[in-house]
């Protein structure tokens, strides 16, 4: 991440300290829908604090005797937080699951589905994100900062978070992609470590168009995508297409794409076609080289950039209050990230 560039990289750095506390990170999801209140399947949605999704899912599975592995959610949350979250657990008692009593966790509400919940069934997640030990000069740069991002859109980059210590799990996933080490045995850990190296090279193809000031651009032949209902399509060769089309990303209706690299994504055309397939080469590897993972890594499209209409703002002492929400699978921490010009897990500042 320290090697990505910044949006509002002409902004000088903010000092301040980021997640000193636990509830200095606070986050809501946004779920896609309500449960039916019928089903074989239980959603719970809970409050968890200082406690991974799966950690939490955990203990209450060993409290109630669910199954852990059939469990759901919609998206893996920080530990160094507040969060409030929906997960679903399979043959699990309503009435014993509501009454649950844990160390850091809150039963909110239970009732029943007719299906499992799964990754990716959220709008997205509401922040409210407390900056410590900041003077009245950086809450004036952390304002620039947060007005350029509500009027260009924030870089879609993955936090890094998303890659292991020191990048490993990515660096990992290199080398057993390329048939150079075994992967994991581990389902899980064979996902992890290959959704790691799909982000890394989706955040280097991000990092590009930052660098060249396009997150807001889009180009004939490009895979762009409606931000209200998720529908994809290429933009046309003709000249008054392309201007159409940057018309609607000018009013964030569209905006372009990345690849996450798999045998079912969607390849632009053209010359758009070839800037992708030379990021891939850059990693040793051919649009062949994924098939044999095509289960694993099927591919899709991310957005380049995401709006953040709206950003609420509230100054408190030597605190920064903020109140913002994200699609989901967009990161909180980059937004932090371009504030202070640092990676979000760096130590704070001493």
């Not at 949006?7 to 000088?12: A, E, G, K, R």
């Not at 990170?25 to 809970?46: K, N, W």
């Not at 030990?133 to 978070?161: F, K």
Request: charged share 30%; glycine share 8%.
């Amino acid at each position: 991440m320290l090697e990505v560039p910044y949006l509002t990289s002409d902004i000088d750095p903010v000092s301040a300290a980021f997640r000193e506390e636990v509830d200095d990170f606070i986050v809501d999801e946004v779920p896609a829908y309500r449960p039916s209140g019928e089903g074989d399947h239980v959603f719970c949605h809970l409050e968890k604090r200082d406690l991974t999704t799966r950690n939490a899912l955990r203990q209450i599975c060993d409290a109630i005797g669910a199954d852990l592995d059939s469990a759901g959610w919609a998206g893996l949350k920080d530990r160094r937080a507040v969060t409030r979250q929906w997960v679903s657990l399979h043959g699990a008692e309503p009435e014993r699951l509501a009454g649950l009593e844990l160390d850091g966790i809150k039963i909110l509400e239970v009732s029943r589905h007719g299906h499992k919940l799964r990754t990716g069934h959220l709008r997205g997640n509401r922040f409210r994100v407390r900056l410590r030990q900041i003077d009245a000069a950086g809450i004036a740069r952390a304002r620039q900062v947060l007005t350029q991002i509500e009027r260009e859109g924030l870089p879609n980059y993955y936090g890094e978070q998303r890659f292991g210590r020191q990048g490993a799990n990515a660096d990992r996933a290199a080398q057993w992609v390329r048939g150079q080490a075994r992967p994991p045995r581990q389902a899980f850990n064979r996902k992890l470590e290959m959704s790691a190296f799909q982000s890394a090279l989706f955040n280097r193809y991000v990092a590009d168009r930052v660098a060249r000031q396009e997150t807001g651009r889009v180009f004939a032949g490009e895979v762009v995508k409606r931000h209200d209902t998720g529908g994809v399509f290429v933009v046309g060769d003709l000249p008054e297409e392309a201007e159409e089309v940057q018309t609607r990303a000018d009013q964030f209706e569209v905006s372009a794409t990345g690849p996450i690299f798999g045998t079912k994504m969607r390849w632009p055309e053209g010359s758009a076609r070839e800037r992708e397939e030379a990021l891939l080469r850059s990693a040793e590897l051919g649009p062949d080289d994924l098939r044999k993972w095509k289960r694993l890594a099927p591919g899709t499209r991310r957005f380049v950039r995401v709006p953040v209409p709206e950003i609420g703002v509230k100054e408190c002492d030597d605190a920064l209050d903020l109140d913002f929400t994200l699609p989901a699978g967009s990161y909180a921490t980059i937004l932090v990230r371009e504030i202070r010009k640092r990676d979000a897990l760096a130590p704070n500042p001493g």
